[in-house]
């Protein structure tokens, strides 16, 4: 059933061309199934799938969706530079363990200071909310710091507990007002320059700013 209905969502040729996302769910997914699809995928443009307990999402990001995030990595990796922090970006590698029950495509990922298996930032950008919990993924893969961008700003949360106790309502992540993977940088004013349509400027823009301070 899953290879029809994915034959299906593969002939949509116009989800690519619209801006609108759009999303494809179906559940009683198992992990073999799953890891045939990546494989079946491949490098296909325009498509992100993520999967947890059985539940697949698959996911055509629109124009505005990936400008957005190439922007953030943009600004990010200018920091890095300006900061000389060292840096290893994941870009949209699928990260996924069978044990833990989980995979997914973030829109930017980052390990810092030193290379790891696993990211120790994610960031995704919402456009439209999907149905899969990113943060309980992400606690699975033991993620220190997601970053959301919705509604123009960023939501920031840390990784506080394994087993979620005090922070069950966020997966075991605390919402924070700075990142503390990198202290120094000033989200408000990275809020500011993400925002500019411009990337050009943008960049322009983020880059003097950094070299002020």
Known sequence: MLTIELDTLLREQALQHQDPE?????????????EKLLNRIGDTAGYRVTYLDGVLEIMSPSRGHESRKKGIGNMLEIYFVEADIEYFPFGSTTLRQEEKSGGTEPDEAYCIGTDKDFPDLVIEVIVTSGSINKLE???????????FWKNDRFSIYCLREEVPVEFVSNCGYELI?????????????????VKNSHPLAAAKEWRQNLRSN
Do not use: A, G, H
């Open 22 to 34: 759009e999303r494809y769910i179906t559940d009683r997914v198992n992990w073999e199934q799953y």
């Open 137 to 147: 993924l992400y606690r699975r893969l033991k993620v220190r710091e997601v970053w």
């Open 177 to 193: 007002q700075n990142s503390e993977l990198l202290p120094e940088l000033d989200i408000d004013m990275l809020t500011e320059c």
